[in-house]
């Protein structure tokens, strides 16, 4: 029996954020064609979470590429924002980005795109029209100094 997917909440073409996944997750992204995960979840932040080491060779075993990039919203600093842009400037799509709830990766698209000139209000619009509140955007851009 093939394993469900997890729910994705689609940012723009090619690239979506989910909540937080597990082998079996990735395992059914992987057969769904999902060539690149960006893990934004720090180790250990939920008891019995797949560690990245094992998430990454998870990935690895279905050839898909694997970068984590953890943070929480208080310890997010310009170096997520680049080393998140540098994922986006060079993975194979399609993308999925994680968290546990799907929240802080829609945030870090967010201020990428951002800091690449997009309207604020568009991306808060097109994250809701996901199921994702980022709302706060333009403060956290603002504390980033984006």
Not at 33 to 61: C, F, H, K, M, Y
Not at 86 to 108: D, F, K, M, N, W
Not at 119 to 126: N, Y
Request: aromatic share 4%; hydrophobic share 50%.
């Amino acid at each position: 029996m093939p394993s469900k997917s997890p729910t994705l909440a689609e940012l723009a073409a090619g690239i979506s954020a989910a909540g937080k996944l597990n082998r079996k997750d990735i395992e059914a992204l992987a057969a769904q064609g999902v060539r690149t995960i960006v893990n934004n979840r720090p180790d250990g932040e939920d008891w019995g979470q797949l560690s990245a080491a094992d998430a990454r060779a998870v990935a690895a075993a279905h050839s898909v590429a694997y970068h984590h990039i953890p943070f929480t919203m208080a310890s997010l600093s310009k170096a997520e924002v680049d080393a998140f842009a540098a994922v986006l400037a060079g993975a194979e799509q399609p993308i999925v980005a994680h968290c546990r709830s799907g929240t802080r990766s829609a945030l870090l698209w967010a201020l990428v795109r951002l800091r690449d000139g997009d309207d604020p209000a568009g991306l808060i619009g097109q994250a809701a029209r996901s199921g994702i509140d980022i709302a706060a955007l333009p403060a956290i851009a603002a504390r980033l100094g984006l």
